[in-house]
Antibody, heavy 119, light 107 residues
Framework: EVQLVQSGAEVKKPGESLKISCKVS????????IGWVRQMPGKGPEWMGI????????RYSPSFQGQVTFSADKSINTAYLQWNSLQASDTAMYYC????????????WGQGTLVTVSS | DIQMTQSPSSLSASVGDRVTITCRAS??????LNWYQQKPGKAPKLLIY???SLQSGVPSRFSGGGTGTDFTLTISSLQPEDFATYYC?????????FGGGTKVELK
């Protein structure tokens, strides 16, 4: 059974750093892209980008380029989304999701990680 | 970037109704169009991919169509569990943008 399990909710202050995780099971981690999706309160999903764990090839949306960093650790089947300096506007639910080969949809999703940034 | 526009943004319907949601791309995306369903507090769920292919396990009352810039998601007979928000997403070009959503509510 394919599963993507994300780390728990986080409450941070502006300027702090954060790394959230997405641990996968039930398939070969290296062979599928992992995407990250932001959903701000009451809004629709926003595509942040994707990473291919096999070679760490990464594609960022221009809206998020330079604001976040994707990484993956093949030894523990885990993908990460990282911020170096959070802002209040980063408050949102963040989802990881699996994508097959190029131009495939997100077919399996994590349960989401709620990130709250508040002073 | 490709912009995805859904209409309507919300609709009210009754159980058993036929419901159609539309999604328009700002440029041609062939059939690289996906539909997701999202319920409150849950992750989106893939319903339709490649414009008209039904994801495994999704009821056959859901169907998708279209090509180029105009697409539809149809629910042939609305069921109580179908009240949710629906999003389209293009997978033609990076970034893979989503539509703004259509909330299907009980009339």
């Amino acid at each position: 059974e394919v599963q993507l399990v994300q780390s728990g909710a986080e409450v941070k202050k502006p300027g702090e750093s954060l790394k959230i995780s997405c641990k996968v099971s039930g398939y070969t981690f290296s062979n599928y892209w992992i995407g990250w999706v932001r959903q701000m309160p009451g809004k629709g999903p926003e595509w942040m980008g994707i990473i291919y764990p096999g070679d760490s090839d990464t594609r960022y949306s221009p809206s998020f380029q330079g604001q976040v960093t994707f990484s993956a650790d093949k030894s523990i089947n885990t993908a990460y989304l990282q911020w170096n300096s959070l802002q209040a506007s980063d408050t949102a639910m963040y989802y990881c999701a699996r994508q097959g080969v190029t131009q495939q949809p997100f077919d399996y999703w994590g349960q989401g990680t709620l990130v709250t940034v508040s002073s | 970037d490709i912009q995805m526009t859904q209409s309507p943004s919300s609709l009210s319907a009754s159980v058993g109704d036929r419901v159609t949601i539309t999604c328009r791309a700002s440029q041609s995306i062939s059939t690289y169009l996906n539909w997701y369903q999202q319920k409150p507090g849950k992750a989106p769920k893939l319903l339709i991919y490649a414009a008209s292919s039904l994801q495994s396990g999704v009821p056959s009352r859901f169907s998708g169509g279209g090509t180029g810039t105009d697409f539809t998601l149809t629910i042939s007979s609305l069921q109580p569990e179908d009240f949710a928000t629906y999003y389209c997403q293009q997978s033609h070009s990076l970034p893979r943008s989503f539509g703004g959503g259509t909330k299907v509510e009980l009339k």
